[in-house]
T-cell receptor, first 113, second 115 residues
Framework: QQQVKQSPQSLIVQKGGIPIINCAYE??????FPWYQQFPGKGPALLIA?????SEKKEGRFTISFNKSAKQFSLHIMDSQPGDSATYFC????????????FGRGTQLTVWP | ETGVTQSPTHLIKTRGQQVTLRCSSQ?????VSWYQQALGQGPQFIFQ???????GRGNFPPRFSGLQFPNYSSELNVNALELDDSALYLC??????????????FGPGTRLTVL
C-alpha cells in the first residue's frame, strides 16, 4: 500500500519553465512533508519541507503548496535550469515515529536548455 | 562537519550469501535509519536505530538485521540474499528533538547487486 502517491512519473520542460510535481496522502496523522532531490549515483538531499499549519512555503526557486483538506501537496520549481534535472521525491512523516519517512515513487525531471 | 558516509560503494554477491553494509552518521546525530531503494522506486524504510536500540521496523523479513554502535555508526546485515535484494541501500542520520520532526541526512548509498 503506497502511503504517498506521486505524479507525474516523468516531466520534461524547457529552461525557464515551471515544472509542478504533485503528491497525495491518506494518513491524516502525517504532519511533516519534505521534498528530496536525487542525482544519479547520489543519496537523496532535502530540498524543502512544510508542516500542515501553513499553505505555502518558498525557499529560493522552490515552492511547496499544501492543501490540507484535499490531502495534497505540490512542488513548483521557478525558472527551471538544466542543473535541476534530477529525480524528485515527496515524502511524509509522523513526528511521533522519530523519523520514518514514507516516500512517493519519484518524478524524473528533465530541463532542456 | 562530516556528512553521512557509507561503505562499500558497490557490492556484488550471489544468492544465498550474506552481506554487511556500514554507515557512519553525521557528527552529533544519534539516530540512523536504513532504506532500500529499488531501481526506479522511492526509498522504502527498513528500520531505525536510536541510541543503539531498534526503534521501528518496516515490512522487511528478519533476515534483514542491524546494529548501532556507541559512536552511533551502524551496520545493516542481510542473510540468505535473494535476487530481489538488489537495490541501493541508503542510510540516513538525524538528531530527533522532542515534539519536532527531524530532518534526515542521507548518505550516498551502497549499490548491492545479487546474481
Amino acid at each position: 500500500q503506497q502511503q504517498v502517491k506521486q505524479s507525474p512519473q516523468s516531466l520534461i520542460v524547457q529552461k525557464g519553465g515551471i515544472p509542478i510535481i504533485n503528491c497525495a496522502y491518506e494518513n491524516t496523522a502525517f504532519d511533516y512533508f519534505p521534498w528530496y532531490q536525487q542525482f544519479p549515483g547520489k543519496g537523496p538531499a532535502l530540498l524543502i519541507a512544510i508542516r500542515p499549519d501553513v499553505s505555502e512555503k518558498k525557499e529560493g526557486r522552490f515552492t511547496i503548496s499544501f492543501n490540507k483538506s484535499a490531502k495534497q501537496f505540490s512542488l513548483h520549481i521557478m525558472d527551471s535550469q538544466p542543473g535541476d534535472s534530477a529525480t524528485y521525491f515527496c515524502a511524509a512523516n509522523r513526528g511521533s515515529t522519530l523519523g520514518r519517512l514514507y516516500f512517493g515513487r519519484g518524478t524524473q525531471l528533465t530541463v532542456w536548455p | 562537519e562530516t556528512g553521512v558516509t557509507q561503505s562499500p560503494t558497490h557490492l556484488i554477491k550471489t544468492r544465498g550469501q550474506q552481506v554487511t553494509l556500514r554507515c557512519s552518521s553525521q557528527s552529533g546525530h544519534n539516530t540512523v535509519s536504513w532504506y532500500q531503494q529499488a531501481l526506479g522506486q522511492g526509498p522504502q524504510f527498513i528500520f531505525q536505530y536510536y541510541r543503539e536500540e531498534e526503534n521501528g521496523r518496516g515490512n522487511f523479513p528478519p533476515r534483514f538485521s542491524g546494529l548501532q554502535f556507541p559512536n552511533y555508526s551502524s551496520e545493516l546485515n542481510v542473510n540468505a540474499l535473494e535476487l530481489d535484494d538488489s537495490a541501493l541501500y541508503l542510510c540516513a542520520s538525524s538528531f530527533p528533538l522532542t515534539g519536532l520532526n527531524n530532518e534526515q541526512f542521507f548518505g550516498p548509498g551502497t549499490r548491492l547487486t545479487v546474481l
